[in-house]
T-cell receptor, first 111, second 111 residues
């Protein structure tokens, strides 16, 4: 199995631009998580899906952030408009039970 | 708010020393996991514990789940430079599949 695949690995964008991060979970997994990691705040859960349905989005910072999971094999996290304080590493993880398997992350820099 | 408090935040030791990392919460976990993360990569699962009082061993690593399922510890015996990394505990609480992470312990083992 290829594991969780995230794209792009690195993204540099200007403030105000729209950013879309992509994730392909492990085939057969029924839960998908989006996390953001920074030095100051550690690994924060933004949103998680179960069977493609958003279950808890209480970690989404504000309305500029949105996430979708149109099918079991694809999810997106969109930031519009982006701000410098959104700079972080964004991880997608999938699970079929207790343990989560992570992608390599997308390092986002907003200048 | 469900919080996982991890300590210490930073640990720098010499090769051959022993160490213990702690993970505590005021809430009861249905399960708890320990992950290790290296720079530029996503967290990788080390172990999952489910039963109160459970002890699991992974070579020189010993994981313990508290009897009340509110705390856990990771003990490393005779640490080696290859153990260097960020150690994260994560828990699923009784309600739903929300996986929350502690702030992490940055371990540095010097030769």
């Amino acid at each position: 199995d290829a594991g969780v695949i995230q794209s792009p690995r690195h993204e540099v964008t200007e403030m105000g631009q729209e950013v879309t991060l992509r994730c392909k979970p492990i085939s057969g997994h029924n839960s998908l998580f989006w996390y953001r990691q920074t030095m100051m705040r550690g690994l924060e859960l933004l949103i998680y899906f179960n069977n493609n349905v958003p279950i808890d989005d209480s970690g989404m910072p504000e309305d500029r952030f949105s996430a979708k999971m149109p099918n079991a094999s694809f999810s997106t996290l969109k930031i519009q408009p982006s701000e410098p304080r959104d700079s972080a590493v964004y991880f997608c993880a999938s699970s079929l039970g207790r343990a989560a398997f992570f992608g390599q992350g997308t390092r986002l820099t907003v200048v | 708010t469900q919080l996982l408090e991890q300590s210490p935040q930073f640990l720098s030791i010499q090769e051959g020393e022993n160490l213990t990392v702690y993970c505590n919460s005021s809430s009861v976990f249905s399960s708890l996991q320990w992950y290790r993360q290296e720079p530029g990569e996503g967290p990788v699962l080390l172990v999952t514990v489910v039963t109160g009082g459970e002890v699991k061993k992974l070579k020189r690593l010993t994981f313990q789940f508290g009897d009340a399922r509110k705390d856990s510890s990771l003990h490393i015996t005779a640490a080696q430079p290859g153990d260097t990394g960020l150690y994260l505990c994560a828990g699923i609480y009784n309600q739903g599949g929300k996986l929350i992470f502690g702030q992490g312990t940055e371990l540095s083992v010097k030769p």
